[in-house]
């Protein structure tokens, strides 16, 4: 396909939707939203001119045969002279739940709205669900349910109408969508709140109904931005058990948070991701291994920890003695640990613990981010740059995009 025809056909689909946010944002009310959007319409004999009426049948068997629901190659985003996200290649597998990580400005939000279709990629494809994300952003769209970090949501609305609005936006029939935003307000704790506008809603409930917002057409992927950032801890935790029940029931999800406990106990995997490329990408025992090394044991003892390290000499390599403890990295706990102990106690040493210390996802992540500041300024060539050495295209560049 020529590069203009695509263009084109993005505008287009930006600008239907443009004009009915605005339509939406004038009116009182989804009904009178929806009535003027119909008549519009009619008059103009724009068929289809809304995405109110296109909901085109999604084949859900196809989300079992994909075996990436989220795949991105080599995507890169341009604005203007600066270049924002650079080569991000990423699989996620059906059901898997990925934690994208990194610092503020590293490319998060833009690499997820490109590949939730909201943003055009200056470079490299993408496809969820095996629809193209540009080709098929219409699709992509509808099987995506995305929580962004900024979620506009229509003010003088009231959460019902609100989201039954975007239930039919996503094909839903009203009964449906009334019946699902009743239950996804009661799960959330708004339902007490439904008489209200959404411009009453504090910064915490705003947030809930943008997540449900996502929700609503039950989508089998989620890109959650931030999704607990604005919230007290209570609430917090009702969006993590939601997470939870999503994981379980196999949704795939790409979740971007600044929350490390979050994203360790939620992610199947986790992504970290720096000046627009991925630096690190494995599970969390494989990036703490990788990383931090070998597990860390940590021997309390009833005296000095000198003498105990003289009795340990060769066999194992002590990191750091402490007063009454002695630290260490071993691989091989199961043999090294009892010749520990049965040395120490020939040498009448009492031993008083002997503990795996925990590792948290935050030291990781530190180490990497840290460890590649430190790579990036010891050599600028080291700085990230397209994969495949070819000179970075701009916003208007060429757009690979395959079928
Ligand atoms: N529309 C835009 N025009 C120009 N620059 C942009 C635009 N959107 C994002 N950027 C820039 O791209 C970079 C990446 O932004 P992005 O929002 O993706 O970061 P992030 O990783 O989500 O950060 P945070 O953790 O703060 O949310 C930033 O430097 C940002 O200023
Ligand atoms: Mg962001």
Redesign the pocket.
């Known amino acids: 396909m020529s590069i203009p025809r695509q263009g084109a056909l993005y505008h287009t689909a930006l600008l239907r939707g443009c004009i009915d946010i605005a339509i939406i944002d004038a009116c009182r009310s989804y009904a009178q939203a929806g009535i003027l959007i119909a008549v519009l319409c009619r008059c103009a004999r724009l068929k289809g001119a809304s995405v109110l009426h296109q909901a085109t049948p999604l084949h859900s068997d196809r989300f079992q045969t994909v075996s990436a629901m989220i795949e991105a190659r080599n995507l890169h985003k341009v604005?203007?002279a600066?270049h924002?996200v650079r080569g991000v290649t990423l699989d996620v597998a059906p059901g898997e739940v990925v934690a994208l990580l990194?610092?503020?400005?590293?490319?998060?939000?833009?690499?997820v709205r490109m590949l939730g279709a909201i943003l055009r990629p200056s470079d490299g494809y993408a496809r969820v669900a095996g629809y193209d994300v540009v080709e098929q952003a219409r699709e992509v769209r509808r099987v995506v349910g995305l929580l962004t970090?900024f979620p506009g949501l229509y003010l003088r609305m009231r959460p019902q109408e609100y989201l039954c609005f975007f239930g039919a936006l996503q094909g839903m029939s009203a009964s449906d969508s009334a019946r699902r935003a009743e239950q996804l307000l009661r799960q959330f704790g708004l339902w007490e709140a439904r008489d209200k506008r959404l411009d009453s809603f504090s910064k915490g409930m705003k947030q809930k109904i943008a997540l449900i917002r996502a929700l609503i057409h039950d989508p089998p992927v989620l890109y959650l931005d931030?999704p607990t950032t604005a919230m007290d801890p209570h609430s917090a935790r009702q969006v993590r058990d939601a997470m939870l029940e999503l994981r379980a029931a196999k949704r795939t999800i790409l979740l971007?948070t600044?929350n490390l406990t979050e994203a360790e106990e939620l992610a199947d995997r986790i992504a970290i991701?720096r000046n627009g490329s991925i630096v690190a990408e494995g599970t969390f025992a494989q990036l703490t291994r990788q990383f931090l090394g070998a597990p860390r044991w940590e021997l309390r003892l009833g005296t000095s920890a000198h003498r105990a390290a003289a009795a340990l000499d060769g066999l194992v390599q002590i990191e750091r003695i402490d007063h009454e403890s002695i630290y260490y990295h071993t691989d091989d706990a199961r043999h090294i640990n009892p010749q520990i102990v049965a040395r120490l106690s020939d040498a009448g040493i009492p031993v008083v613990a002997l503990n795996e210390l925990p590792r948290r996802l935050e030291d990781v992540y530190l180490e990497i981010v840290a460890g590649n500041e430190r790579a990036s300024a010891a050599s600028p060539a080291a700085r990230p740059a397209r994969r495949d050495g070819a000179p970075v295209s701009g916003e208007t560049a060429t757009l690979r995009v395959e079928g």
Do not use: S
């Open positions: 604005f203007g600066f924002a990194g610092p503020n400005g590293a490319g998060k939000t833009t690499t970090e931030e971007t600044h991701i």
